[in-house]
């Protein structure tokens, strides 16, 4: 029996031991991996720090780089294309009216001239364009105006002269209206008259004594529709004498520009003359690009450009004038246009 109890306690001990040694292992296993789980984890805080420290020290710097090489390309190449445009445009810049051989002339002595003389020349060469240019422009608005004032001055030549036209036209027909209703009457008048001077003749008193009666009675009547005929007709007098009146001091405004018409054609021989000073200069210019000296195409385009501007001077001068005139035709327009009705 005893030996029973002891074969029972070893093999409880037994048990516990297996079991103990089956929980020490599994324990282990645990840990290990537990330990596995932190390496892993501490790894992965590694890498995430240096990417970080990377991100923050090392390629933000990089980005950076990059940023400022681009936009010192994107400058470069916009202030290259700039260059060039406005290069394009000051070769290209409008001047004067040049043939072809005389176009190639002046490019080619261009292109060999250095960077200084070249700008000098372009700038001379605009300044010419610009002055034609203008004198183009004056010439446009001048004709412009002048049609205008043609045109205004027609108008006004037919306005002023149907002044108070429609006023003496109804006047008119007022003195043959009443002459017209008194025809009957002095008819009769002249009638009895005649009849008087018969029973005159006759030596009828009685007839006559009634027909000196009628005519006695038809006289001031008579008197009264004749001196209604010559109020009327005193009238339409006076509304004629205005009239020639009033179109005088009209027609003598509008004669207020005639002088200015005389400048305008003076001014027109002072524009033809500059015309032909310009004609010469371009002419002496073209001569001295094909001799090919900078100095003297220099020279000779700063003589183009000062006869260019008395070009243009003398057109605008004209145009100038061409304002004065149609000042005082809007000045008869407005003279016109406050008459009464």
Partial sequence: MQNGVLEDNASHQSGLS??????????????????????????????????FLS?????????????????????????SMSVIYYSSIAEAA??????????????????KADSQTKLSLQRAYENVGNWTTQEQSWEQKTKTIHAANTKELEQLRINIRQIDDAKIAGLNEKVKQTEARYESLFALYSSVNRQLDAAKAIKNKEWSAAIRTQADTLKPVVQ???????????????????????????????AGADQVKKQIQTGKKQASLSKERYSNALQQFKQSTKQGQSSRVLSSLNSLAAAAEKWAGSKQHIYTLEQKVSATYAKVSQELTKRPK
């Fill in 224 to 254: 009264l529709a004749r001196e209604d005929i010559r109020f009327k007709k005193k009238e339409l007098a006076e509304a004629r004498k205005r009239k020639s009146t009033e179109v005088k001091r009209l027609r003598a405004l509008l």
């Fill in 55 to 79: 991100n923050r020290y090392g390629a933000r710097p990089n980005l950076l780089a990059n940023i400022w090489t681009r936009m010192s390309l994107g400058l470069i190449i916009m202030f």
């Fill in 18 to 51: 297996s079991c103990s040694t089956q929980i020490g292992e599994h324990g282990i296993i645990e840990a290990n991996e537990d330990k596995q789980q932190i390496m892993n984890q501490s790894r992965m805080r590694s890498l995430s720090n240096h990417s």
């Fill in 94 to 111: 409008a001047g004067p009216e040049l043939g072809v051989t005389a176009q190639k002339a002046w490019e080619t002595m261009l292109n």
